[in-house]
T-cell receptor
Framework: KQEVTQIPAALSVPEGENLVLNCSFT??????LQWFRQDPGKGLTSLLL?????REQTSGRLNASLDKSSGRSTLYIAASQPGDSATYLC?????????????FGKGTHLIIQP | EAGVAQSPRYKIIEKRQSVAFWCNPI?????LYWYQQILGQGPKLLIQ????????DSQLPKDRFSAERLKGVDSTLKIQPAKLEDSAVYLC????????????????FGPGTRLTVL
């Protein structure tokens, strides 16, 4: 059974810092990995999706990497801003054809101090 | 492009009552998912539909939960009777069918329905 772990559970940093969120998964047979952002009382917003054959994806100040063989992914946020404060969730999709449901970690609660 | 729509946004019921949630996926998305997110946890998949057929319902508590997707578009999730531990946010998501040529199978989520069982 796939298990996803996110470290740290919570993080508080001053504005402007670069930071890294970590995600690990126990079964390397994944189809893709998605990073989401969740604001309080809201649904999930997809940030980045990495296919299992890819090593990284970038969008603006966000960069996500994937090391499938070791079961790890990182989300790098450059020049953090107070608006980045949210819970960040990592999720993996199984390798059964690509349309599998996602297995999520518990998330990293991020606070960017102004 | 309109996103995934869900209603109601909030619902408060007493235990042993029944409740239903509605989801309308993004137009053209063949695959629809229902997730349950308990406070402080990541979402957990309850059921997955491909068009109007069930693909995976292995984590759905079938003694009290049921779901359907008539005509392969809208879906409803029902709980009857509700228990205190069913208090959670119920999220609906949809994605294009990877077999239809969309290789990434990115899932898009609705705003969720927050259920409180008293």
């Amino acid at each position: 059974k796939q298990e996803v772990t996110q470290i740290p559970a919570a993080l508080s940093v001053p504005e402007g810092e670069n930071l890294v969120l970590n995600c690990s998964f126990t079964d390397s047979a994944i189809y893709n990995l998605q990073w989401f952002r969740q604001d309080p009382g809201k649904g999930l917003t997809s940030l980045l999706l990495i296919q299992s054959s890819q090593r990284e994806q970038t969008s603006g100040r966000l960069n996500a990497s994937l090391d499938k063989s070791s079961g790890r992914s990182t989300l790098y946020i450059a020049a953090s801003q107070p608006g980045d404060s949210a819970t960040y969730l990592c999720a993996v999709s199984g390798s059964g054809g690509g349309a599998d449901g996602l297995t999520f970690g518990k998330g990293t609660h991020l606070i960017i101090q102004p | 492009e309109a996103g995934v729509a869900q209603s109601p946004r909030y619902k408060i019921i007493e235990k042993r009552q029944s409740v239903a949630f509605w989801c309308n996926p993004i137009s053209g998305h063949a695959t629809l998912y229902w997730y349950q997110q308990i406070l402080g946890q990541g979402p957990k998949l309850l059921i997955q539909f491909q068009n109007n057929g069930v693909v995976d319902d292995s984590q759905l508590p079938k003694d009290r939960f049921s779901a359907e997707r008539l005509k392969g578009v809208d879906s409803t999730l029902k709980i009857q009777p509700a228990k205190l531990e069913d208090s959670a946010v119920y999220l609906c998501a949809s994605s294009l069918d990877s077999l239809a040529g969309a290789p990434y199978n990115e899932q898009f989520f609705g705003p969720g329905t927050r259920l409180t069982v008293l």
